[in-house]
């Protein structure tokens, strides 16, 4: 089992930053790729970023060249960097670990992002 909580998520205002950070329970050596998911309301969870075992990153369209992952070399730190944030990037941010043996979430952080 890998417990993921996330922090670092709040209130800015447009054209602001935020750091968001997921800490695993443990350090994950099995891993396959981490991430972070979004869902905002009345939409479906969808991909922010991932960074696989290897180290290659995947963007959404919608973030790429504002929004930076990375992780701790143990892999028990995850990071999304948020900059030039904009209103529809309010959402509820997840971390996902994918890893040997199943995909585990975080329970989420609110980012709020005001006009």
């Known amino acids: 089992q890998v417990q993921l909580v996330e922090s670092g998520g709040g209130l800015v205002q447009a054209g602001g930053s935020l750091r968001l950070s997921c800490a695993a329970s443990?350090?994950?050596?099995?891993?396959?790729?981490m991430g972070w998911y979004r869902q905002a309301p009345g939409k479906q969870r969808e991909l922010v970023a991932t960074?696989?075992?290897?180290?290659?990153?995947n963007y959404a369209d919608s973030v790429k060249g504002r929004f930076t992952i990375s992780r701790s070399s143990a892999w028990n730190t995850l990071y999304l960097q948020m900059n030039s944030l904009k209103p529809e990037d309010t959402a509820v941010y997840y971390c996902?670990?994918?890893?040997?043996?199943?995909?585990?979430w975080g329970q989420g952080t609110q980012v709020t992002v005001s006009s």
């Open positions: 996902n670990a994918d890893v040997l043996v199943g995909v585990f």
């Open positions: 960074v696989t075992r290897g180290g290659s990153t």
């Open positions: 443990r350090s994950i050596f099995s891993i396959n790729v």
